[in-house]
């Protein structure tokens, strides 16, 4: 009987497989609890669903061609059971490419790639943490197995080749510390080294992962831009590669973490978002976006005072700039106490400012409808003439989404507010605003606008009984 055992073994695909059902379970019991909840929460659960079917999809067609395989090439029948020592310890299966890892343990190699890929730096089965990642062939193993297999009269299994997985040379790893290396020596060599390192990481996975291996690879790189080193001022050039190679492994999901807490790393992006060259600006903030994509990072980013460089830069509103701000501060202020941070820094009216000015309105009145839930925002946003900035984008707008995210701010904003309502009268009384989108927005829009009509009816009957 032909065992299929490829993906059900592997436990990088079945940890994903996790990790996005968890993420999907948290969506939708934000979109089912909360009546206010947004599109772009309907959008990343689409995105997970999607992500955990191409998962799923993908998981199918391996296992195929895991059966094809193990059924032609193998040809073992129940009664064969090979020696545990040819079985690799994480498929349990007689391995096809045994490879010695650096704790001195032998595994099959597209299993224990695929561990290393998935940003494990530990040996699977001692949990000894690996000095590197480096994998050799066992060709004893390798040569026992052939032998057993002719007296079975088995034939040798082929190695599964898996195209998407990248290896890194003893050249490339030797040519890779040495880069490290001369961004400790003199100026020219650091630039040098730095430019090199941003380009490597920008073309090659395998470099990204490469600064995952090493404790002491991410200081080092931060090394001529950070501390005594550049007390004389940095060079513009320098820190604008040392600043994007971070960007470049930052987009690793396995250096997610390891980046942002990294001690200098944070205030390092901090201190580059104030940097007079717009590129330095650029790549420090889209950073930082990459970064906030896990939770931890994004409490992380905001107690180490972020955000208010941030808000400055959307302040500023340089066009180069403003897509990845906007979505650095939304996703920095998905977690409470970073809207609570983003309220002190100023965010209200630096986001009013530009909708009224037409700039990046999308994207901004998103992240003012998620606002809108915090005390100080409903205050803010009515103080600073936001209601009838929003009624205006209603009345004006094609967009659908845009007008629900009005209305939804609009109704939290006037249903604490009373004084508030005066406006929205005269909007319905003159234009019928919130009447046409009760009859023709989206369902969420519907809801909102008739929720506002109903309490001014309300109102308007309590004025005539008194």
């Known amino acids: ?125 001692t949990q000894q943490v690996l000095s590197h990642t480096l994998l050799t062939p066992n060709y004893l193993i390798l040569d026992m197995i052939s032998q057993w297999c002719k007296s079975q009269g088995i034939e040798l299994p082929s190695p599964v080749m898996n195209g998407k997985e990248e290896g890194v040379t003893v050249a ?76 470049n492994l930052s987009i690793h999901d396995s250096n997610k973490k390891l980046v942002a807490e990294t001690p200098a790393v944070i205030p390092l992006l901090m201190e580059a978002l104030r940097s007079e060259t717009i590129e330095i600006r650029c790549n420090a903030t889209a950073a930082l976006f990459t970064l906030s994509a896990i939770d931890s990072n994004k409490a992380l980013i905001g107690k180490s005072g972020a955000l208010k460089p941030l808000i400055d830069l959307l302040g500023e509103g340089h066009p180069l700039a403003m897509k990845d701000v906007a979505s650095a501060i939304f996703n920095l202020c998905i977690i409470h106490e970073n809207k609570a941070r983003a309220m002190r820094d100023g965010v209200i009216s630096v986001i009013l400012k530009k909708i009224i000015d037409g700039v990046l309105v999308d994207e901004l009145l998103a992240i003012l409808a998620m606002l809108s839930t915090h005390q100080r925002a409903m205050e803010e946003i009515g103080e600073l003439g936001g209601i009838p900035c929003l009624l205006r984008i209603i009345r004006e707008s094609t967009c659908e989404r845009n007008k629900e995210n009005c209305i939804a701010i609009l109704h939290t904003v006037c249903l604490n507010d009373r004084t508030k309502w005066k406006a929205l009268k005269e909007e319905e009384s003159t234009h019928g605003t919130i009447s046409k989108l009760a009859q023709d927005g989206t369902s969420r829009a519907k809801r909102k606008a008739t929720g506002i009509l109903e309490r001014l009816r309300r109102a308007v009957n309590i004025t005539h009984t008194a």
């Open 172 to 247: 490339e790893r030797d040519h890779f510390f040495s880069l490290l290396e001369k961004l400790t020596a003199v100026l020219p060599e650091q630039k040098k080294a730095a430019k090199e390192l941003r380009m490597l990481t920008k073309k090659m996975p395998s470099f990204r992962a490469l600064f995952g291996e090493s404790v002491d690879a991410i200081p080092q790189l931060l090394n001529p831009i950070s501390g005594s080193e550049s007390k004389g001022g940095v060079h513009p050039d320098l820190q604008e590669d040392v600043i994007t190679t971070l960007l």
């Open 1 to 125: 009987m032909a065992k299929t055992v490829l993906l059900s073994s592997d436990p990088t695909v079945s940890a994903r497989a996790v990790e996005l059902k968890k993420e999907l379970q948290s969506l939708v019991r934000t979109i089912v609890d909360d009546e206010d909840y947004s599109i772009h929460a309907v959008d990343q659960a689409k995105d997970t669903l999607c992500a955990l079917r191409h998962l799923k999809l993908n998981k199918q067609s391996t296992a195929a061609t895991a059966t094809t395989t193990t059924t032609s090439s193998l040809k073992l029948h129940e009664a064969f059971s090979c020696p545990e020592e040819f079985k690799c310890p994480l498929s349990k299966e007689l391995m096809r490419d045994p490879v010695i890892l650096a704790s001195g343990q032998t595994y099959d190699r597209l299993f224990i790639q695929k561990w290393l890929n998935a940003g494990n730096r530990t040996c699977p089965r």
